[in-house]
T-cell receptor
């Protein structure tokens, strides 16, 4: 365990479903991130939260909706996804620009 | 063209061999990360460096800021080193506030060490 916990580890959902991914860290980090990793592509930054405030939305479709209720928890709400949204979704946290990142184990999402 | 290029994309070697993975980038950076991703998907941070060289056990990372190039070396490689190694560069987003930085990732190098 890295200190960043993601649930669930695997998720299969239909295109009409609504589901949520959860990320939790108790490292005292103030910044949390959602990344998407598709096959044979680099990790893509989706959202950044800094002190619970969203500071970056990297042109992500509205069918992905993040929520950060406090600095330890980060959610990614999913609705009406497309098959091309199937990917590994990784959460990370950091203490600041001069510090390293800690990643979770990811949620492997399959949209059918 | 990706802002971060890694080579090789795939590398297979015998146990005990000296391994080198290269990373070149085209943007100004604050720091460079080397990450390790095992088949389960989780990513572990190996190094963060902004100059010179760092060593941890059998792993060595170097960076040349002028040439915009970094290398990750593994000495006395072992099958448990088999993983995808990812280079990522940290650069600031337009806003200068805390947390407004961006990691740009390479596509990774898949390393397989054969016993």
């Amino acid at each position: 365990e890295t200190g960043v916990t993601q649930t669930p580890r695997h998720l299969v959902m239909g295109m009409t479903n609504k589901k949520s991914l959860k990320c939790e860290q108790h490292l005292g980090h103030n910044a949390m991130y959602w990344y998407k990793q598709s096959a044979k592509k680099p990790l893509e930054l989706m959202f950044v939260y800094n002190f619970k405030e969203q500071t970056e939305n990297n042109s992500v479709p509205s069918r992905f909706s993040p929520e950060c209720p406090n600095s330890s928890h980060l959610f990614l709400h999913l609705h009406t996804l497309q098959p091309e949204d199937s990917a590994l979704y990784l959460c990370a946290s950091s203490q600041g620009i001069n510090y390293g990142y800690t990643f979770g184990s990811g949620t492997r999402l399959t949209v059918v | 063209k990706n802002e971060v290029e890694q080579s090789p994309q795939n590398l297979t070697a015998q146990e005990g061999e000296f391994i080198t993975i290269n990373c070149s980038y085209s943007v100004g950076i604050s720091a460079l990360h080397w990450l390790q991703q095992h088949p389960g998907g989780g990513i572990v941070s190996l190094f963060m460096l902004s100059s010179g060289k760092k060593k941890h056990g059998r792993l060595i990372a170097t960076i040349n800021i002028q040439e915009k190039h970094s290398s990750l070396h593994i000495t006395a490689s072992h099958p448990r080193d088999s993983a995808v190694y990812i280079c990522a560069v940290l650069s600031r987003l337009p806003l200068q506030n805390f947390g407004n930085e961006k990691l740009t990732f390479g596509t990774g190098t898949r390393l397989t060490i054969i016993p």
